[in-house]
């Protein structure tokens, strides 16, 4: 948790955090892949999960033209959002429990050992799609 607050002062683009590998992407913890894109790119659902059990964050970040629904499946997941006026928050949403990211919300999240998520871009993440 600690790790998480202290990152959110650190912003990168989105691009130089993500690394690929086998038809994945992952980045602190977390791994994932795309599941479902619209033809028209207007949206794009990830399934997304826990890949090593060490609660690593991911590097904090923002959306330029875009809003990110993250629903929790199984486990919890670590959120910490600075908005536009730099006010800052950490919270934990678990099973059942969804947040939104509104485009240029800087935000971290990190998921608790299996946790299991579904996320929804509007419009599609280019950064999350794998060519």
């Not at 619209?38 to 826990?50: G, I, N, R, T």
């Not at 890949?51 to 959120?79: A, N, Q, W």
């Not at 990211?101 to 799609?129: D, M, N, W």
Request: net charge negative; aromatic share 8%.
């Amino acid at each position: 948790m600690k790790a998480l607050q202290e990152a959110i002062n650190d912003i990168s683009r989105l691009e130089n955090i993500i690394k690929k590998i086998n038809g994945t992407q992952y980045s602190g913890s977390w791994e994932w892949r795309e599941i479902l894109h619209s033809k028209d790119s207007s949206y794009q659902v990830l399934e997304a999960w826990d890949r090593d059990g060490k609660e690593t964050p991911m590097e904090p970040h923002c959306h330029d033209d875009l809003v990110e629904t993250v629903f929790v499946l199984i486990g919890s997941i670590y959120v910490n959002t600075k908005d536009r006026n730099g006010l800052e928050d950490v919270y934990i949403i678990g099973e059942g429990e969804f947040i939104n990211f509104p485009s240029k919300v800087i935000h971290s999240t990190c998921p608790t050992k299996g946790t299991k998520a579904l996320i929804i871009c509007r419009p599609a993440e280019p950064a999350y799609v794998i060519s």
